[in-house]
């Protein structure tokens, strides 16, 4: 079956970082769009990050443009989120999701996504 598991997160003090790794199986890896949505308390998912499976172009939700950087390793099936320079706005669970196309991420369509993994929990404060 398909899974998604999340490694990374944790308690990290403002302007600091953290790399979010997800370890996918039990589907296609390298046929998908793979990436990074987040939940705050209280706030609706969004997307925040994803990369294509076709030319590796990415996206980034403008909250987070020159902070974070996606990587994937179909080698390995997995995807990473290296988070820079985090604020206290980046506290949040922070899901792993795979879909067909990147404008699922753009749009925020949690509808969309085929794939979720379980969360992991940022939390950014001092």
């Excluded at 990050?49 to 996606?70: A, L, N, P, Q, W």
Aim: aromatic share 12%.
């Amino acid at each position: 079956q398909v899974q998604l598991v999340e490694s990374g997160g944790g308690l990290v003090q403002p302007g600091g970082s953290l790399r979010l790794s997800c370890a996918a199986s039990g589907f296609t890896f390298d046929s998908y769009a793979i990436g990074w949505f987040r939940q705050a308390p209280g706030k609706a998912r969004e997307g925040v990050s994803c990369i294509s499976s076709s030319d590796g172009s990415t996206y980034y939700t403008d909250s987070v443009k020159g902070r974070f950087t996606i990587s994937r390793d179909n080698a390995k099936n997995t995807v990473y989120l290296q988070m820079n320079s985090l604020k206290p706005d980046d506290t949040a669970v922070y899901y792993c999701a795979v879909a067909d196309h990147s404008i699922v991420w753009v749009t925020s369509s949690v509808d969309l996504v085929d794939y979720w993994g379980q969360g992991t929990q940022v939390t950014v404060s001092s």
